[in-house]
């Protein structure tokens, strides 16, 4: 069965400071990924994902994220984030049986 | 016009009792799954239906048992709640086929047992 790491719990950043959250999976076959946000009280949202074809994936809200197979990861991305950004976010891989993984998430908190 | 809907939206409830969440989705998807989110905001899945069919029944107790009347619907019971089931479920759906695997989710149900 696959899994899903993302290695940073709780990040803190200021307003226009450049985000890269990183996710990395472990899989043998072909996998479909994504990345959903967690806005605080609001149910999950998919901010992006990846099938196949062009790696660098771009989202809703100026997020993008680039697939290197190479390095099993999917790492999120936003060159400069708002206070409105702050929320939970969670990378998923998904896999040949239909089985959905996710991370353990990573807050993200935004400093006016 | 909600995708995904799930009833209640808080539930708190004593230890022991029995306890349903309802899901519906109006997009016309065939498989539906339950997550559970913990205090660490983890989400684990806990079930998927296809088109009426479990198709994962990853390793939770089998106090807690999906039931779906029709693929629009997908409810949770739960038997015998536990302090440790307290917690945020997720409905969610998906069309079958991978090529347009993008799963729509639920505004939650947060279960809080005392």
């Known amino acids: 069965a696959q899994s899903v790491s993302q290695h940073n719990h709780h990040v803190i950043l200021s307003e226009a400071a450049s985000l890269e959250l990183g996710c990395n999976y472990s899989?043998?076959?072909?996998?479909?990924l994504f990345w959903y946000v967690q806005y605080p009280g609001q149910h999950l949202q998919l901010l992006l994902k990846y099938f196949s074809g062009d790696p660098l994936v771009k989202g809703i809200k100026g997020f993008e994220a680039e697939f290197i197979k190479s390095k099993f990861s999917f790492n999120l991305r936003k060159p400069s984030v708002q206070w409105s950004d702050t929320a939970e976010y969670f990378c998923?891989?998904?896999?040949?049986?239909?089985?959905?993984?996710f991370g353990a998430g990573t807050r993200l908190t935004v400093k006016p | 016009d909600t995708a995904v809907s799930q009833t209640p939206k808080y539930l708190v409830t004593q230890m022991g009792n029995d306890k349903s969440i309802k899901c519906e989705q109006n997009l016309g998807h065939d498989t539906m799954y339950w997550y559970k989110q913990d205090s660490k905001k983890f989400l684990k899945i806990m079930f998927s239906y296809n088109n009426k069919e479990l198709i994962i029944n990853e390793t939770v107790p089998n106090r807690f048992s999906p039931k779906s009347p029709d693929k629009a619907h997908l409810n949770l019971h739960i038997n015998s709640l536990e302090l440790g089931d307290s917690a945020v479920y997720f409905c969610?759906?998906?069309?079958?086929?991978?090529?347009?695997?993008?799963?729509?989710f639920g505004p939650g149900t947060r279960l809080t047992v005392l």
């Open positions: 899989y043998g076959g072909t996998v479909n």
């Open positions: 998923a891989v998904r896999g040949n049986n239909n089985d959905m993984r």
């Open positions: 969610a759906s998906s069309q079958a086929q991978p090529s347009t695997d993008t799963q729509y």
